[in-house]
């Protein structure tokens, strides 16, 4: 009797550990992939750095989601298209992407400045690295439709933007990419955020299979990691990496560097910048940076 006793008290903890791990792994999957709208500040747009522009919508590849953003015309040949960090919009206050806008513009660089669905003014619901092919390849489809031939469309992105050009770019042709606090491995990205939030990174390593099994279940996400692909890039790729960066580490991003295949790839790291925050640390001498690396590949 006592056997079966103890039996039936093991079987209910483990019944109730499995209840309260796949409870907190849904939980933990819903804050990963669901991305909160972030609204755009309608007081703030192009003019208010003084460079014309005009509001544009496109839709995104296959299932025709409405997406928005500016487009700034400028005098030069070529376009860059800004992918902004995952639960931002295209006004990205961490990185000033308006600000950058204006000074690629001044360098005649044309500019689509865009909201990922679900965030800014685009329909549609924000997930976490998902719906690359279709976002990216929408607004790479606009440009294209704008008379620009794929080796003359260059994009930047940040953060999870940044692994976004990258997973885009192994599958489909474009001049150049700019990646700018890109991660190598999206768990590893996922476990530095929650610690960040002041989560034992030994409960988040526990959680975490849990974590991704509920993502696939629920949100039919695909993991992806920019280090598996990064090889299948075949334009040249400049890398940037801000030695205060909490998220991203610099081994991650000389990992990136050392597996990418592209002859013209260039590494920057910049001293005395947090995660994706060299334009605003230092705005001079990363236009400067961005623009030599971009005019060499003419």
């Not at 819903?30 to 192009?46: G, K, T």
């Not at 990258?166 to 190598?184: E, H, P, R, W, Y």
Request: charged fraction near 20%.
């Amino acid at each position: 009797m006592k056997k079966a006793r103890l039996i039936k008290i093991i079987a209910i903890v483990v019944a109730a550990i499995l209840v309260v791990y796949v409870g907190l792994s849904i939980y933990g999957a819903r804050e990963a992939m669901e991305i909160p709208r972030l609204p755009l500040d309608e007081n703030i747009s192009p003019a208010a750095v003084g460079i014309a522009y005009e509001e544009v919508s496109f839709t995104s590849r296959d299932d025709n989601v409405v997406l928005r953003g500016w487009y700034l015309p400028a005098d030069g040949d070529y376009a860059i298209i800004i992918v902004h960090g995952g639960f931002q919009n295209r006004l990205d206050d961490n990185v000033d992407t308006l600000g950058l806008a204006r000074d690629l513009v001044a360098k005649g660089y044309n500019l689509l400045l865009f909201d990922l669905r679900g965030r800014g003014e685009s329909e549609g619901e924000g997930r976490s690295l998902s719906n690359i092919e279709r976002d990216i390849g929408g607004a790479v489809d606009y440009i294209l439709a704008e008379g620009y031939t794929s080796e003359r469309i260059y994009i930047i992105g940040f953060c999870s933007g940044a692994a976004s050009a990258c997973i885009f770019a192994s599958q489909n042709s474009v001049g150049a990419l700019v990646l700018d606090g890109c991660f190598a491995d999206v768990r590893d990205m996922v476990s530095n955020q929650a610690v960040l939030m002041g989560i034992p990174r030994f409960l988040v390593n526990f959680l975490a299979p849990g974590l991704l099994l509920m993502t696939e279940i629920i949100y039919d996400y695909e993991l992806v990691n920019a280090q598996d692909i990064i090889a299948d890039v075949a334009c040249p790729i400049f890398f940037i990496y801000e030695e205060n960066d909490e998220l991203v580490s610099l081994e991650e991003m000389q990992l990136l560097f050392d597996l990418a295949t592209h002859p013209a790839n260039q590494f920057w790291e910049v001293g005395d910048a947090e995660h994706s925050q060299s334009y605003k640390t230092h705005p001079a001498e990363y236009i400067e940076r961005v623009d030599g690396f971009l005019s060499a590949l003419d």
